[in-house]
């Protein structure tokens, strides 16, 4: 039985116009998301993950940003071309956002339930009293303790761990369909950090929402995550289910993020690294953009952009010639130059 999609971004294009030329931060993702599944995002730093975030609610800073091209479709309703007044009724509605640092996306100096108990009077209507008693439910839902005493605090009279809650508590306020936490889990140490995933896991379980995770750390996607894309570039290099990935990745660049891991079942002198350096956003290769740093490159890759492929099924997705016909006959040609 297929699964229902409930998020759809297609050829994503978002570009920033500076006085150096054109930054492609984000040139040409795409993924899907389906109900109920937590899709993680991940790549290392610059690869476009938070620009592809902020690009699902349209919270590019325009200008220098604006998104160019592609579809970015929440059942089946294209946000990209939205008009302000529906736009406001989607975000917070139907997909919500926890940002990468609640100090700087909670106002200093309001009290955390007042803030909660706006974003409920804003989108549901409901009375200043019964928005700051659901307000304090949150609070409580999402672990805080004394939430009643909490809610009339401000961000700074809360510790880190508390603070993210508060911003959970504050995406979840109208129990949207499409939650993206944008590294969520960063600033926290590591045993809020595993509270803070688990309480995200169990109110996923109660709300029924789907999960867009955003992050540079693999542990965690193994922790959390149904389906993996992985950004290079920005572009999606890999696409696929989160256990076939970390058993067997297929892109270059997925093998040497696994590889660069520190395994402790294994004696390491050494931390494996990829050679080279990410291209610049402003001046990519014509070919693969992987392709200066992968130990298979060949002509092709070098020549040609590689396009995003199904494999052997429709959720394995992957950037990279090897997995095409064209490679094949390139090995064949080679086996009948060196036999």
Same mark, same amino acid.
């Given at each position: 039985?297929?699964?229902?999609?409930?998020?759809?971004?297609?050829?994503?294009?978002?570009? +920033?116009?500076? @006085?150096? $030329?054109?930054?492609?931060? /984000?040139?040409?993702?795409?993924?899907?998301?389906?109900?109920? !599944?937590? #899709?993680?995002?991940?790549?290392?730093?610059?690869?476009?993950?938070?620009?592809?975030?902020?690009?699902?609610?349209?919270?590019?800073?325009?200008?220098?940003?604006?998104?160019?091209?592609?579809?970015?479709?929440?059942?089946?309703?294209?946000?990209?071309?939205?008009?302000?007044?529906?736009?406001?009724?989607?975000?917070?509605?139907?997909?919500?956002?926890?940002?990468?640092?609640?100090?700087?996306?909670?106002?200093?100096?309001?009290?955390?339930?007042?803030?909660?108990?706006?974003?409920?009077?804003?989108?549901?209507?409901?009375?200043?009293?019964?928005?700051?008693?659901?307000?304090?439910?949150?609070?409580?839902?999402?672990?805080?303790?004394?939430?009643?005493?909490?809610?009339?605090?401000?961000? +700074?009279?809360? @510790?880190? $761990?508390?603070?993210?809650? /508060?911003?959970?508590?504050?995406?979840?306020?109208?129990?949207? !369909?499409? #939650?993206?936490?944008?590294?969520?889990?960063?600033?926290?140490?590591?045993?809020?950090?595993?509270?803070?995933?688990?309480?995200?896991?169990?109110?996923?379980?109660?709300?029924?929402?789907?999960?867009?995770?955003?992050?540079?750390?693999?542990?965690?996607?193994?922790?959390?995550?149904?389906?993996?894309?992985?950004?290079?570039?920005?572009?999606?290099?890999?696409?696929?289910?989160?256990?076939?990935?970390?058993?067997?990745?297929?892109?270059?660049?997925?093998?040497?993020?696994?590889?660069?891991?520190?395994?402790?079942?294994?004696?390491?002198?050494?931390?494996?690294?990829?050679?080279?350096?990410?291209?610049?956003?402003?001046?990519?290769?014509?070919?693969?953009?992987?392709?200066?740093?992968?130990?298979?490159?060949?002509?092709?890759?070098?020549?040609?952009?590689?396009?995003?492929?199904?494999?052997?099924?429709?959720?394995?997705?992957?950037?990279?010639?090897?997995?095409?016909?064209?490679?094949?006959?390139?090995?064949?040609?080679?086996?009948?130059?060196?036999?």
């Amino acid at each position: 039985m297929s699964k229902e999609v409930v998020l759809q971004v297609k050829n994503l294009k978002t570009h +920033f116009t500076t @006085s150096k $030329g054109t930054a492609k931060a /984000v040139d040409g993702v795409d993924f899907t998301l389906h109900k109920g !599944e937590t #899709l993680g995002i991940v790549g290392e730093s610059g690869c476009g993950k938070s620009i592809t975030s902020l690009s699902l609610l349209r919270l590019i800073p325009s200008p220098p940003g604006k998104i160019v091209e592609g579809e970015i479709l929440l059942n089946n309703k294209d946000i990209v071309h939205m008009k302000e007044e529906e736009l406001r009724k989607v975000r917070g509605n139907q997909i919500s956002m926890i940002f990468q640092e609640p100090m700087t996306s909670l106002n200093p100096i309001i009290p955390v339930g007042e803030q909660i108990a706006e974003t409920i009077r804003l989108h549901q209507r409901l009375p200043r009293k019964q928005a700051w008693q659901k307000a304090v439910d949150l609070l409580e839902m999402v672990g805080l303790p004394s939430p009643e005493k909490r809610a009339k605090q401000e961000p +700074f009279q809360l @510790s880190g $761990g508390m603070r993210q809650r /508060v911003m959970i508590a504050m995406a979840l306020a109208c129990t949207p !369909e499409v #939650l993206i936490a944008d590294e969520p889990t960063t600033a926290l140490d590591v045993t809020i950090q595993a509270q803070i995933l688990e309480l995200m896991k169990d109110l996923q379980k109660q709300i029924g929402m789907s999960i867009i995770f955003i992050t540079h750390d693999l542990g965690v996607v193994s922790e959390v995550c149904d389906q993996v894309a992985v950004m290079y570039a920005g572009q999606v290099v890999e696409h696929r289910n989160a256990k076939d990935l970390f058993k067997t990745p297929l892109h270059p660049y997925t093998q040497g993020l696994l590889s660069s891991l520190p395994n402790i079942h294994e004696n390491q002198q050494e931390l494996q690294t990829i050679e080279g350096s990410v291209p610049s956003p402003y001046d990519y290769p014509v070919g693969c953009r992987f392709a200066d740093r992968c130990p298979h490159a060949r002509e092709i890759c070098r020549a040609e952009a590689p396009v995003l492929l199904e494999t052997t099924d429709s959720e394995t997705k992957v950037r990279c010639f090897m997995y095409t016909e064209k490679w094949e006959a390139i090995e064949e040609k080679e086996e009948l130059v060196c036999p």
